[in-house]
């Protein structure tokens, strides 16, 4: 029975991205023999808020709660839709409604690159943001009082519950488990966020009695970014609340040389509903529209669906094939982040002809 993959573009470059996401995907069902049914949809950006009012239709979880994988681009164009009322009407409501509480992005040099840390060669860069993805600071409890007066009074509450902080602390320990290292570090706050982080820190704690195999350190958020820079090479698997884990997982791939690169994967393990794989980069409204995108972050998150999806041999494929392309170096083929003169579309071509 076919795989069906709903294919969501978004805003700005999520639709320059996508096409190129989808023509690797292609490429590899071709060679692989797979038997997959893409379904493209234009909501969830915001053309679709301005001609609807709304991000999403109002039956949107019906529509794709039966998909294997949500293939999606980018959110946000803020000169027509505020970014909170976009992010908070699409992939916020995404990882929610389909329990999407892992969100994992891989963080690694790629050869080729030129990482802007000196000295570093691939391999020095190679760990994993694991970010809790459906609570913690991304709270919808708080509201305005008094607004527009002197008195105006703005909350907005961290909300961490035991459940929520448990399992993602678990699919953290297994990942450190399964890897060579065996290394987990936490992202904390707790000297200064001193009711929320001391819980986390007990939280971790407790579950690492379960794994006697990992080796468990921790650092404040603060010291963790300088970290990322001084010494990425400390780092194997590194778990964070939701704010934090967005952070970090903008700088570690900015640490590898480019955003464009880096792909995540909204997880629902129990596979109840279908998880969401998505470039880590957002719509970049500074350059989208002129085709000069880097597609890999789209192209990567596509071979995560794949080896979601059972098909471990193709993602591979994937990799190798971006990994050639940037090996060879091809100035021409190669988008502007990473040194070339090249366009999305080139650089997407040249990778799914490796395939
Ligand atoms: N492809 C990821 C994307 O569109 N990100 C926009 C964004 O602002 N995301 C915030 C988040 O991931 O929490």
């Not at 797979?34 to 001609?51: I, K, M, P, V």
């Not at 708080?142 to 699919?171: A, N, P, S, W």
């Not at 698997?237 to 792909?263: H, K, M, W, Y």
Request: charged share 25%; net charge negative.
């Amino acid at each position: 029975m076919a795989q069906r993959i709903a294919i969501i573009p978004g805003d700005g470059i999520g639709k320059e991205v996508m096409p190129e996401g989808v023509r690797v995907l292609e490429a590899a069902a071709r060679r692989f023999g797979l038997d997959l049914e893409l379904e493209a949809f234009d909501f969830a950006s915001c053309d679709y808020y301005l001609e609807h009012g709304q991000m999403l239709p109002d039956d949107w979880f019906e529509t794709l709660k039966d998909f294997d994988a949500l293939f999606y681009g980018a959110v946000g164009w803020p000169e027509t839709v505020p970014d909170h009322v976009s992010l908070w009407g699409s992939l916020l409501q995404f990882r929610r409604r389909f329990d999407q509480y892992i969100n994992l992005r891989p963080c690694r040099l790629l050869p080729g690159i030129q990482s802007p840390l000196a000295g570093r060669e691939p391999g020095d860069i190679d760990f994993y943001v694991v970010r809790e993805n459906t609570e913690g600071e991304y709270s919808s409890v708080g509201g305005r009082m008094f607004e527009g007066t002197e008195r105006e009074i703005v909350i907005q509450e961290t909300v961490m519950t035991r459940h929520g902080t448990d399992r993602v602390l678990k699919f953290a320990y297994e990942l450190a488990r399964s890897r060579p290292r065996k290394k987990l570090t936490s992202a904390t706050k707790s000297n200064g966020i001193a009711i929320t982080m001391p819980w986390w820190d007990e939280r971790v704690a407790a579950m690492g009695e379960r794994y006697p195999e990992v080796a468990v350190d921790q650092f404040h958020i603060d010291i963790l970014t300088a970290n990322f820079v001084m010494h990425p090479d400390w780092f194997d698997v590194v778990v964070a609340s939701n704010l934090f884990g967005d952070i970090l997982s903008d700088l570690g791939p900015a640490c590898t040389g480019t955003i464009g690169v880096a792909p995540s994967a909204n997880i629902n393990p129990e596979g109840t509903f279908p998880s969401l794989f998505e470039p880590v980069h957002g719509s970049a409204p500074d350059i989208a529209g002129k085709g000069i995108a880097n597609p890999i972050g789209q192209i990567w998150s596509g071979a995560m669906l794949l080896e979601h999806l059972g098909h471990r041999e193709a993602a591979d494929a994937v990799v190798d094939a971006f990994e050639a392309v940037l090996t060879e170096g091809d100035r021409r083929v190669l988008t502007p982040d990473v040194g070339g003169t090249g366009t999305t579309e080139a650089l997407g071509r040249a990778i799914a002809s490796r395939l």
